[in-house]
C-alpha cells in the first residue's frame, strides 16, 4: 500500500519574465520497504516535485496524499516533524552544535527529554558507522562522507517513515557514495522506510528499486527494479 500518492501533480512558479511551469501532471505511488530514484536532466522538475513531496509547497493542480488524506488539508508543519525527513547533498547539519546534538535535534523539537533524545542519537550513530569519539565534535571537523552519515543519523533518529534525499552523494566520493547508498537501502529494506532520491548519479538510480525519470516538468519513464539487486 502506498504511502505517499501522486496524482496529476503540477506545479508552476513565476519568475520576473516568465512562468515556469516546473511540474506538470505527474502521477506516482510510493511505497514503503523501497527506495525510489528520481532522475532527469537539469531542470526537469525533480527537485520541485521532491519539495512537494516534502509538503513544503502544495501543488497548483492535482494532490498529493499521505496515508490518503490529501497534504492540502494536513497540517504541514507536522507532517514533516513527525513522518518527513530531508537529507540534502549540502548536509544542512547545524554547525554550532556537536554530532550528537544534531543527530537529537528532531527529538528535542519534539520535546523529548534530553536524555532520552541524546540516547537514541547516540544509538543511531553508532548504527551509521560513527565512533564515540566523534559525537562530540562540530560537524565541520568530520569529512563530507561523515557529514552525510550524521545527516542519515538525524533522519533515523527523527524515525520518520519517509525519508527524501536531495542529490545526498553529489558531493561524495565512489567509496563514500557506495557506503551511503548501502545505508539507504537498509534503512528502506530492514527498516521499512520509504526512500525517495533525487539524484544525477547512474550509480545511485542503479541501486534504487524504482527508477523514475523526468523530462520538462513530467514522468517520461518508470522502471521497477528486483531490490536484491
Known sequence: ??????????YAYQTRYQTVQAVAGVSAE????LVYAITGPSGSGKTTFLSLLA??????AGVIEYGGKSMASLDRDL???DHVSVIYQSYNLFYHLTVLENAAYPLYLRKTPRQEADAAAREQLQAIGLQESQFRRLPNTLSGGE????????????????????????NLDSTNTENIMDILRTLAHDKGRCVIIVT???YVAERADVVLRMRDGALSSVERRDKEQ
Not at 510510493?30 to 520497504?33: L, S
Open 200 to 202: 544525477h548519479d547512474p
Open 147 to 170: 557529514q552525510q552519515r550524521v545527516a542519515i543519523a538525524r533522519a533515523l533518529t527523527a524515525g520518520s517513515e519517509i525519508v527524501l534525499a536531495d542529490e545526498p552523494t553529489g
Open 55 to 60: 509538503g513544503l509547497d502544495v501543488p497548483n
Open 30 to 33: 510510493f511505497e514503503q520497504g
Open 1 to 10: 500500500m502506498a504511502v505517499l500518492t501522486a496524482r496529476e501533480v503540477a
Open 79 to 81: 507532517y514533516r516533524l
